[in-house]
């Protein structure tokens, strides 16, 4: 069984558009993660969620916003998308509190688009 | 702050061969260490980490790290390297800014394995 699963894998849309990434985790996680990997593979925190708190790195623009219908669950919607937008993505799941216990597990990543 | 230098963006290295990924960290405290590798298209597989106790850490697929706090290094090195070990390396240390462990990652070392 795949422990952390985005969907879709790979996603193509035009400028302006609306669209989300799903990620879900089967491990009892209680924290998600949301990353963006840029074209140069730099990895940056987007946003840390659990059932207590959202972290928001105050770069990301409130066109990105989390939202989590349940602990196996944290998707990524992306509202007006911009060329600038276009990377990977990947989400993460940890257990709660500090190491070890707070080890990250990645998903495969999706791969976004914007033309 | 914490950072991760990780100096070598290639590094070349013919199968067979022997190999170290260096990495440099700035934390304050006492670091949490980490090894991911990102093979093409996929996701950030864990190799290994550093939490405390012995410096040097074990990982998956004949992957070993060792911690050297004089030198604020976490090298990852493998005795002998396979094609298959052709990936991107990632170096990244979690301290606790503003109450929340979060990771920061290096920018990544692009292996390349020469038959």
């Known amino acids: 069984d795949t422990a952390v699963s985005q969907t879709p894998k790979y996603l193509v849309t035009q400028m302006g558009n609306d669209k989300s990434i799903k990620c879900e985790q089967n491990?009892?996680?209680?924290?998600m993660y949301w990353y963006k990997q840029d074209s140069k593979k730099f990895l940056k925190i987007m946003f840390s969620?659990?059932?207590?708190?959202?972290?928001i790195n105050e770069t990301v623009p409130n066109r990105f916003s989390p939202k989590s219908p349940d602990k196996a669950h944290l998707n990524l919607h992306i509202n007006s998308l911009e060329l600038g937008d276009s990377a990977v993505y990947f989400c993460?799941?940890?257990?709660?509190?500090?190491?070890?216990?707070?080890?990250?597990?990645f998903g495969p990543g999706t791969r976004l688009t914007v033309l | 702050a914490q950072s991760v230098t990780q100096p070598d963006i290639h590094i070349t290295v013919s199968e067979g061969a022997s190999l170290e990924l260096r990495c440099n960290y700035s934390?304050?405290?006492?670091?949490?260490l980490f090894w991911y590798v990102q093979s093409p298209g996929q996701g950030l597989q864990l190799l290994l980490k550093?939490?405390?106790?012995?410096?040097l850490v074990q990982g998956i697929k004949g992957f070993e790290a060792e911690f050297k706090r004089s030198q604020s290094s976490f090298n990852l090195r493998k005795p002998s390297v396979h094609w298959s070990d052709a990936a991107e390396y990632f170096c990244?240390?979690?301290?606790?800014?503003?109450?929340?462990?979060?990771?920061?990652f290096g920018r990544g070392t692009s292996l390349i394995v020469h038959p």
């Open positions: 969620y659990n059932n207590k708190e959202l972290i």
């Open positions: 990244a240390v979690l301290g606790l800014p503003g109450g929340s462990y979060i990771p920061t």
């Open positions: 491990l009892g996680h209680d924290t």
């Open positions: 993460a799941s940890s257990q709660d509190g500090g190491p070890p216990r707070n080890t990250q597990y």
């Open positions: 934390y304050g405290a006492t670091p949490y």
């Open positions: 550093y939490f405390s106790g012995d410096t």
